[in-house]
């Protein structure tokens, strides 16, 4: 994995100014990411749903992967931030003219415009961007490979906070194709970053990655047995074309044995918080029933994750300008 | 066809909240919505075509189907209404992930999205969208399979009224593929509601629906025979996918039969307008000189659907917010 | 090539109103044309990139062949005079339901659109449409066929201007598939507009069109010979397709005979300016090194670019409404 240096993303004042990866990043830093969502929270309940704080700037969605629901969640949080937005499909357009990446991004930043949201299949892309490419465009990783997520682990944060509180108290459990998932690695960083005491990853053998003890986390092959009296469940999506790799047995035989049910989240805490990043498989990896039930905030992650990327997308921007300001008065 | 309970289009004050259908509408709405259509016609000959009617508010137009001329059209209506617009086509994206059409429109709801135009190939989509999955989004129904286009109805409905005024007072004849045909169903509902006493439908037996007398309609087999003093023919658009399919003689024979050419338009009205949803068939079920002749409105009926689409969306958004207001009052 | 009447392009007053080609435009309009965006250079510049010259107007981006970085250019400017843009690319809508142009383009008027910004694979295209289709819309010409791409020509002679001045004193120097590129041609014309009294093109001979010397270049075969003491060289993407049709030798061959490299470079003046409209194919047409160097003002291009097409968008549509107004009030 990328090792990521802290101050690529902070400014000379340690605001955040790129957003490419929980790591390294303070808790401070984490919590005012979220205090900032949680003001935006209430834009999205207003008659006029837009606040001025990105107008007349350009934020151009970098998609080298196809996304719809991602792009979507950019689009939208970048318009009630005023901003105007411009889609780039990329595997579909310049990059079938052979341009390099390196050629697109530069022409876009010579277009003026202002921050990029990169999602991308190689790890580390965004942050090759950031470092290499264009610093001086804000970079918001919106997905890169196997590597990050941390738009979603941020939303996931605040989920958790806006319905269980202090992450001091909490249990915690990531259940399902840990190795492949880019968001189980942001969520456990920022869990660990947040203070959450006991983080467990429950997932078979095969879907474990190597040196998984290095996020300080417990690791469990029994669902039931990771499950217990956990405040918090965070379930992955399955890729399911990692069925014919070999690494998984069956689609039954998986919901058999990971599969959140009825009643194996009985196991958990009676009130345990049900969370999925979505799309969900219905009776793939989750029980229908329990993706509506009553301990599921399935929804509600998807109407915090427009706070969220508001929040990071004015934080970033502010950081980048100011950086931007600070380098031009020392030249 | 799916039986549309009156209520489920309207508020508690009987205001529209969504638009899915003409059938059971009363005279008064449609004629409350020819009057606003009207208002809003006089925007687009501005310099500024922009009211600031649904600024701040989420529109997201839900196409299963592409059509790019009925999305531009919505798209463009939105705008000029200051909305913001997401353009989601669904075929290429979610549902290719093998999510449902429940879970996708449930995750814009929970983006905070005010209203869906949605577009289905499958008869009642928008209905059992509005029914059973978003009742709090307001859903505009851009046309579902063989059942209804309400819009494309009602600005035939805008230019009826503009071109010969009194619906009481006039003829109008459909013509061609009936059986399969949104607007012809849609068409004849409203003609029916607004009080057009002689509505007749022109078409080979093979292209008539079973129980086409439902609607109060003279069916005619021979355009000539049909055509005689009307006021107003509707031509449609003959899909040349029929064809294969058997159900019509070869698309020579099929103009001789039914297209609508300088001389069987004589046989009408001298001044009857000549009309058509677009986008035409040259020579398949309209002769060129009649589409662009001094009878035809086909173009202005482009115009007048911007200002319905206007109409519909600001009343709809009226009514599903007041509609949430009196449900959060009685909470 | 079509000859263009110098008033198709100009209203009763000699303003701009479409904008298809250099061909018959004064100095004096294109001198207006460059200090135009030159006054917009500076609104990229801003932390709030708009100015409300558009608002209420309607842009179509009416694009019959792909090319997402000139249609993001287009959207780019449009949006920052605060127009509201539809993009529309119609290779893939309706066209593929057998609808003519001419249809296409008619019911995009009557929606009241005000501006076409046309994309055509036939020379000649965005001329017909504001001859015979739309006259009343504005249309931009963003490159037909073989034939002109005004908007990126004049953003060559803006770039040239900024960095070099006088035109009057320089020697310009356009390299590469001279026959296939309407970016040559619009600039060939534009320089002697501009009264730039050395324009010299380089080119093998397969790569030359007859009666080249109808726009008083001079020809050079041997890029050796041809880059002495010029000031600007003017790369030309070098389209791969063309390798197959026995029109061109190896691309080895075709980068040593007339690639830009360092040691090519050094026949110029030592600060002559290194210009490409952009893709670059590195190593096909130009030495990478010559790309990102200190003579390259490759990305400037793309920066102006923006401001040239905000000011081509602004003075048409100043043109066209002033010329609609005329029409009217003779009527």
Known sequence: MTQMPQHLQLNHQGQLRHFLTIEGLSRELLT?????????????????????????????????????????????????????????????????????????????????????????????????????????????????GNHAHPTQAMLDMLTIRR?????????????????????????????????CPDIRVIAPRTLLPDGIEQYGVRVFNDLRVGLRDVDVVIMLRLQRERMQSGLLPSEGEFYRLYGLTRETLALAKPDALVMHPGPINRGVEIESEVADGPQSVILKQVTYGIAVRMAVMSMAMTGQTSQRQHTQEAN
């Not at 990105?54 to 931030?81: D, Q």
């Open 163 to 195: 319905h269980r509180g202090d992450f001091e108290k909490l249990s915690v459990a990531i259940v399902g194709d840990i190795l492949h998932s880019r968001v189980a690695r942001s969520n456990m960083q920022a869990l660990k970053t947040l203070g």
């Open 32 to 144: 005012e990411l979220l205090d900032t969502a949680d003001s935006f929270l209430e834009v999205g309940e207003r008659a006029v749903k837009k606040v001025p704080l990105l107008r007349g700037k350009t934020v151009c969605n970098v998609f080298f992967e196809n996304s719809t629901r991602t792009r979507t969640t950019f689009e939208l949080a970048a318009k009630r931030l005023s901003a105007d937005v411009l889609n780039l499909n990329i595997s579909t357009s310049s990059t079938s003219k052979g341009e390099t990446l390196y050629d697109t991004l530069q022409n876009l930043e010579a277009m003026a415009a202002d921050m990029f949201v990169v999602r991308h299949g190689d790890s580390g892309a965004a942050h090759f961007i950031a470092e290499h490419v264009c610093p001086d465009v804000a970079v918001i990783n919106a997905g890169d």
